[in-house]
């Protein structure tokens, strides 16, 4: 599997992830990229959602009988 440092991983996916978009590796590992020896991207780290999308009410939160 390839392993790219998050520079290059940003140039060859034409994005602007930051160190908290993914998860580097723990230990320095050699980059497929730039030949040196960097930490590497792990995996992405998926999108935060916000509270303010979810819209819509869920209920009153009371038992109501008919």
């Known amino acids: 599997m390839a392993e790219f440092c998050l520079d290059c991983w ?3 996916n034409h994005t602007h992830l930051t160190e908290k978009d993914v998860t580097l590796s723990d230990e320095y590992e050699y980059c ?3 030949m040196e020896m960097k930490t590497t991207v ?3 780290t998926p ?3 916000s509270k303010a999308r979810r819209g819509g009410r869920r ?3 009371r038992y109501t009988a008919r």
């Open 10 to 12: 940003n140039k060859l």
């Open 32 to 34: 497929e990229g730039c």
């Open 42 to 44: 792990v995996f992405l």
């Open 47 to 49: 999108p935060r959602r």
């Open 59 to 61: 209920g009153t939160g």
